[in-house]
């Protein structure tokens, strides 16, 4: 069974704040994602990355930075978080883009 | 550019009666997959179905969703929408390229009443 984590699960900022997001999946899959879900828009590809080492801008990445320091751990940075980022964030893990995503529990974010 | 695109923000309908929520795409790749998410409240996105070939029908948990290359479409159907059914369904497009991405849609909601 895939197993993707996120931490923290819920978290408080401030607006000019740092946040860091962290995402850690124990499958060994090459592919991880950052998506965040607002109502009305679904869910938006943030970042993404195909292994260790690299990072993808998606479709959203203004405001966000990614790393991806290892094959299990990928992170979301909000170096200047604003009120807008006020979202929960998903992390998903695959193998390919023709395989099925797995997602982390998700956590909610919101900056003050 | 590669795109979905589900009609219905909401659906609503009553237990026992069929359900369909629509998924349409565009891509100008010959090679796909198919899915449909589907999350319930609180939790994370799971999948629901996965599908690449062309007219073959798929099927889990009592839904199912055929493939039709010919008009660009991905529907998924239930024959008797139960209670437990109601959340938010994704659609998802991926394709045989460099990037290894899916594409949502933007979510249909449904909601089974009794």
């Known amino acids: 069974e895939a197993a993707v984590t996120q931490s923290p699960r819920n978290k408080v900022a401030v607006t000019g704040g740092k946040v860091t997001l962290s995402c850690n999946q124990t499958?060994?899959?090459?592919?991880m994602y950052w998506y965040r879900q607002d109502t009305g828009h679904g869910l938006r590809l943030i970042h993404y990355?195909?292994?260790?080492?690299?990072?993808e801008k998606g479709d959203i990445p203004d405001g966000y930075k990614a790393s991806r320091p290892s094959q299990e751990n990928f992170s979301l940075i909000l170096e200047l978080a604003t009120p807008s980022q006020t979202s929960v964030y998903f992390c998903?893990?695959?193998?390919?883009?023709?395989?099925?995503?797995?997602f982390g529990p998700g956590t909610r974010l919101l900056v003050l | 550019g590669d795109s979905v695109t589900q009609t219905e923000g909401l659906v609503t309908v009553t237990e026992g009666l069929p359900v369909k929520l629509n998924c349409t795409y565009q891509?100008?790749?010959?090679?796909?997959?198919f899915f449909w998410y589907v999350q319930y409240l609180n939790e994370a996105p799971q999948v629901l179905l996965k599908?690449?070939?062309?007219?073959k029908r798929t099927e889990h948990q009592g839904f199912h969703a055929t493939l039709h290359k010919s008009s660009s479409s991905f529907h998924l159907q239930k024959s008797s929408a139960q209670l437990s059914d109601s959340a938010l369904y994704y659609c998802?497009?991926?394709?045989?390229?460099?990037?290894?991405?899916?594409?949502f849609g933007d979510g249909t909601q449904l909601v089974v009443k009794p």
């Open positions: 998903a893990s695959g193998v390919g883009n023709q395989d099925t995503q797995y």
């Open positions: 499958n060994n899959h090459n592919n």
């Open positions: 990355s195909y292994g260790a080492g690299s990072t």
């Open positions: 891509t100008t790749y010959l090679t796909i997959a």
């Open positions: 599908s690449s070939t062309d007219n």
């Open positions: 998802a497009l991926s394709v045989r390229n460099s990037n290894n991405r899916i594409f």
